[in-house]
Every structure is written in C-alpha cells, then in structure tokens.
Nanobody
Framework: QVQLVESGGGSVQPGGSLRLSCAASGILFSSSAMRWYRQAPGKERELVSSITSGGSTIYADSVKGRFTISRDGAKNTVYLQMNSLKPEDTAVYYC?????????WGQGTQVTVSS
C-alpha cells in the first residue's frame, strides 16, 4: 500500500549537483514527516535530512549548507537538492517515512561523486 519511489540519482563530478525525488503514495502525505537517509560502502545508514509536515527541517552536519530538503504537497513528493557534492557523499540514498515499527523505505538510488 505504501510506496516510495526515488529518482534522480546518478554520477557527477565533485562540485556538481543532483536533485533527488521521492514520490509517495499510500500515505497521508500532508501529515507525514519525510526523511532522506544514505548508506555509503562500509558505513552505517545515516540520516541526511528530514522535513516535518509543517516544513521544519533537519540536516546532518556533513551536508548542512549544501543540501536542501523540500516537499510538494500537490505532487506528494519530497526532494533533496544536493549542491557542491563531494566524494564523501557517494552512497545509496533512501527515502523514508513513518514511525517505528511502521517505517517505509524506497528502493534507494545511487549517487556517485567522483572525478
């Protein structure tokens, strides 16, 4: 029922930009906090950013000032604008919503930053 579909990943050079999208269905999007996580090779999955239903945002220190999370209620979509990308940003990025034990994940989209 709940489905999160991510898109926008790809390969870019350091300093480049990407915009990730996560289209949500099966949830009351307007009342749901949305989150972006990432998992780099050999690393634990980490929270990158979150946005509440009211629009409050949180960013990991590592991406603050470079990434921007936003949401479009008309499209039931959350975005992650990623600027000034670094090789350390290379990871699979996942869209997430819900609360334990009922959490939902997208399939993940690969972001690779390399020269």
């Amino acid at each position: 029922q709940v489905q999160l579909v991510e898109s926008g990943g790809g390969s870019v050079q350091p300093g480049g930009s990407l915009r990730l999208s996560c289209a949500a269905s099966g949830i009351l999007f307007s009342s749901s906090a949305m989150r972006w996580y990432r998992q780099a090779p050999g690393k634990e999955r980490e929270l990158v950013s979150s946005i509440t239903s009211g629009g409050s945002t949180i960013y990991a220190d590592s991406v603050k000032g470079r990434f921007t999370i936003s949401r479009d209620g008309a499209k039931n979509t959350v975005y992650l604008q990623m600027n000034s990308l670094k090789p350390e940003d290379t990871a699979v990025y996942y869209c997430n919503t819900g609360r334990l034990p009922y959490v939902y994940w997208g399939q993940g989209t690969q972001v690779t930053v390399s020269s």
